[in-house]
């Protein structure tokens, strides 16, 4: 069961921008939100997370300066706008929140629901 929905995915040239956006539906006790990415045959990759209390934000190593994410903790909404995109950024993107946080930010094993993910496929 999806609890989070994204949208925004698409298709894109090496060097544009896409935006990426995310509701959580009937979770309002969330303080973590993030986004992970998994290329075709490949293992979920954190991308960035936002946490609400501290509001603070994480980025991965291979996004940092690139893509930014921001929220609405109210509306429990969280985008992601990616630039400077690059075909190593093709991946299916998902959505991840959780209420807690007790491991490392990093891992999908932190988050507790998430998205069906949205493609986002850059061209070269």
């Known amino acids: 069961q999806a609890l989070l929905e994204e949208s925004g995915g698409g298709v894109a040239q090496a060097g544009d921008s896409l935006t990426l956006a995310c509701t959580a539906s009937g979770l309002p006790s969330i303080k973590w939100m993030g986004w992970f990415r998994q290329p075709s045959g490949k293992e979920r990759e954190f991308v960035a997370s936002?946490?609400?209390?501290?509001?603070?934000?994480y980025y991965g190593d291979s996004v940092q300066g690139r893509f930014t994410i921001s929220g609405d903790n109210d509306k429990k909404t969280v985008s992601l706008q990616m630039n400077v995109l690059k075909s190593e950024d093709t991946a299916i993107y998902y959505c991840a929140a959780t209420a807690m946080m007790y491991g490392n930010i990093r891992a999908p094993s932190s988050y507790a629901y998430w998205g069906r993910g949205t493609q986002v496929t850059v061209s070269s």
């Open positions: 936002i946490w609400w209390d501290g509001d603070s934000t």
